[in-house]
């Protein structure tokens, strides 16, 4: 990622972009849908996202985590918008959902049954919100519990805590369905 961001600062490069773009946008994509519940307009704050990274790609440098920058932006940008079109409506932490949990396909969750995988996702869906979203965020998108909190702006500690509630509420929920799975085995 450091070489994509070389050359977009220092030489330009287009395709550099829209690879950085590729590999991001679907996950801020749902991060903004999380916030304002619309396929378009999340598409657009994205694209605005990106439009203003790419518009000020000369200080790319200066940003300490450009994965925190991306969701800040995002998060801020949807903020607003939802402020601009609803008045006073504001979404919190609390408000939001991650409805569109995906599954990124790895070596070791080849193994697993269709059937199976559609279990838990189904177990994600029916987590609480703001521990979806967390999970998302962590176990999906690859962030830090840190990186997490400052994005929400919520402290590290409830980030780990509802991880935790997350997670035994999966081993709850997927419990009958890993059993299930060993004996087919």
């Known amino acids: 990622m450091q070489t994509l961001l070389y050359n977009i600062q220092h030489r330009n490069d287009e395709n550099a972009f829209k690879t950085f773009y590729t590999e991001n946008a679907f996950k801020l994509f749902q991060f903004a849908f999380a916030y304002v519940r619309d396929k378009e307009l999340s598409e657009e704050i994205v694209n605005d996202v990106f439009l203003k990274l790419w518009q000020h790609r000369s200080k790319i440098s200066e940003i300490k985590n450009i994965n925190v920058y991306l969701y800040v932006a995002v998060k801020n940008t949807a903020l607003n918008c939802l402020r601009k079109n609803n008045g006073k409506r504001f979404a919190d932490i609390e408000n939001i959902s991650a409805d569109h949990f995906y599954m990124s396909p790895e070596q070791e969750q080849i193994l697993i049954t269709d059937e199976l995988k559609k279990r838990i996702e189904n177990s994600i869906n029916l987590l609480p919100a703001k521990c979806k979203l967390i999970f998302k965020m962590v176990k999906e998108d ?24 997350a997670l035994k509420k999966l081993e709850q929920l997927l419990q009958p369905s890993l059993k299930e799975y060993r004996v087919k085995i």
């Open 142 to 165: 690859g962030l830090t519990n840190h990186e997490v909190a400052s994005i929400l702006n919520i402290s590290y500690k409830t980030v780990t805590t509802q991880l935790t509630i």
